[in-house]
């Protein structure tokens, strides 16, 4: 069975850093491709970034100078590392991959950015 599950989200203040990881069970995380998203309050759910054998990161917000995704695959973990962190990236953040044709979901961890 798939399982992602999200960690390390939390309240943090504007210009602030947060690692949220996630880890994945259940396939071959190592061949996968996995990717972060997030869903701000009223909004729909947004690409984040993606990591295989590269990695890319949405621009919008300037995400791509302040998020970093990285993975560990002896550990089956994928990570996140968010830098400079502004009001606007409030969200939940979930972890994703298409594992043998299914799109699996994690939970989702809260990140709130505030004073």
């Known amino acids: 069975q798939v399982q992602l599950v999200e960690s390390g989200g939390g309240l943090v203040q504007p210009g602030g850093s947060l690692r949220l990881s996630c880890a994945a069970s259940?396939?071959?995380?190592?061949?996968?491709?996995m990717m972060w998203y997030r869903q701000p309050p009223g909004k729909e759910r947004e690409w984040v970034a993606t990591?295989?054998?590269?990695?890319?990161?949405n621009d919008l917000d300037s995400m791509k100078d302040r998020f970093t995704i990285s993975r560990d695959n002896a550990k089956n973990t994928v990570y996140l590392q968010m830098n400079s962190l502004k009001p606007e990236d409030t969200a939940v953040y979930y972890c994703?991959?298409?594992?043998?044709?299914?799109?699996?979901w994690g939970q989702g961890t809260q990140v709130t950015v505030s004073s």
């Open positions: 259940g396939f071959t995380f190592r061949y996968s491709t």
């Open positions: 994703y991959a298409r594992i043998r044709g299914n799109d699996c």
């Open positions: 990591i295989d054998s590269a990695v890319r990161t």
